[in-house]
């Protein structure tokens, strides 16, 4: 049974931090890569950061860097996103996703965690 579970999400104020956690079973982790998007009301689906099965590699979305952190835990099947100074505009629901990089057209999502800024 494959599953993505994000938690961390909630409601912050303007210039304040989160940590997402999402933690992977039922696959072979280190053989995914690891990415995190967003989705805001009214708005398409964005990546906001990625990293490569080995962590060698991440890429952040323009309008992150900076303020976000991507990591992964191979041993904990964990990927996290720390989030520091946040913006009304990173409002979003966050989700989990994971690439099979043996066939990268294999993909994994999680529900979604909630992170909603404002004062």
């Known amino acids: 049974q494959v599953q993505l579970v994000e938690s961390g999400g909630g409601l912050v104020q303007p210039g304040g931090s989160l940590r997402l956690s999402c933690a992977a079973s039922?696959?072979?982790?280190?053989?995914?890569?690891l990415s995190w998007y967003r989705q805001a009301p009214g708005k398409e689906r964005e990546l906001v950061a990625r990293i490569s099965s080995s962590g060698g590699s991440i890429n952040y979305a323009d309008s992150v860097k900076g303020r976000f952190t991507i990591s992964r835990d191979n041993a904990r099947n964990t990927v996290y996103l720390q989030t520091n100074s946040l913006k009304s505009e990173d409002t979003a629901v966050y989700y989990c996703n994971a690439q099979w990089q043996v066939d990268r057209t294999i993909t994994y999502w999680g529900q979604g965690t909630q992170v909603t800024v404002s004062a």
């Open positions: 039922g696959f072979t982790f280190n053989l995914h890569a």
